[in-house]
């Protein structure tokens, strides 16, 4: 049995953070960084049964294509992803009542649908980008066992070696998507890449205030690393620990992400939300296809 103080649930009956309940959760999960975003699907969808909020986390549940769907959003940081990817798994595959791990477990569809700075120049101002690789700068995937066995060993050598990876820096890990959801989303109109996944916006992604980098080069050797045939396209700052803890949960990830800035060019777009309701609808269509 799981202890109340590693599994807590709320006097409701709901999970601790998401404050939702095993019945109100699909297969299918949409997950967003804005929680504004929520509303902006959630007006594309059918049968809608219900809106829930806690803090940054707002979830809905209803049908696209009569498909049953839910959004989350997750706000930002792999931290918070932590917690999102945990509480989806556990309203799935453990009973809240006895606290006991389901015998037979379910299996979840997890799509995240978010913005991204492109590193390529190829990668033009609203391309949608899917995360074939995601490598992880937060170092979450190292705090759970057997993370090796989900991981690209050979892709975290050489890209350790290629940007002389920094002793006082959290070792980086990489992680494939689900070639299922891949397979179902990537169409002429997508690109598939490498995305890193940030853990802040500043710094880890190399941008300069008032605070000089540890390496200031670490962006000209991340934009030259190719391993494999693979470049790495974008940065965001979600999919790594999507990726790597739904590998080890068992269920199926991708991320998709409309680059809103490419960082090679200067060039940014402030004003993406047409482009982000295009993608939206992409990824709503295909998936319930």
């Known amino acids: 049995m799981i202890e109340s103080s590693e599994l807590i649930i709320n006097p409701d009956g709901s999970i601790f953070h998401l404050h939702l309940k095993p019945e109100q959760l699909a297969d299918t999960v949409i997950l967003v960084g804005d929680p504004g975003r929520v509303e902006l699907i959630g007006k594309l969808l059918t049968d809608v049964e219900f809106q829930v909020q806690n803090r940054e986390f707002v979830s809905t549940t209803g049908k696209f294509n009569n498909k ?63 995360s074939r690789k995601a490598i992880g700068f937060d170092g979450l995937l190292n705090f759970y066992a057997n993370r090796d066995s989900v991981s690209d060993l050979e892709f975290e050598e050489a890209f350790k070696l290629h940007t002389n990876w920094g002793k006082q820096l959290t070792s980086p890990y990489v992680v494939d998507c689900s070639e299922i959801l891949f397979s179902k989303i990537h169409q002429d109109d997508t690109i598939a890449g490498v995305t890193i996944s940030a853990p802040g916006f500043y710094g880890p992604q190399g941008r300069v205030l008032r605070l000089p980098l540890s390496d200031s080069r670490l962006n000209d050797k991340i934009e030259s690393f190719m391993f494999d045939g693979h470049k790495i396209t974008n940065f965001e700052m979600e999919c790594s620990a999507i990726y790597g803890l739904s590998k080890l949960l068992g269920h199926e990830a991708l991320t998709i992400c409309l680059i809103i800035a490419n960082r090679v060019k200067k060039e940014a777009n402030a004003n993406y939300h047409q482009s982000m309701e295009t993608l939206i609808q992409l990824v709503l269509e295909r998936l319930t296809i």
């Open 68 to 130: 049953r769907i839910t959004v989350v959003s997750t706000g930002i940081g792999t931290d918070n992803i932590d917690i999102v990817v945990n509480e989806l798994d556990a309203l799935a595959n453990i009973d809240l009542h006895t606290r006991e791990i389901k015998p037979i477990l379910r299996k979840l569809n997890l799509v995240r649908i978010g913005t991204s700075g492109g590193l390529q120049d190829y990668l033009g101002v609203n391309s949608f980008v899917i």
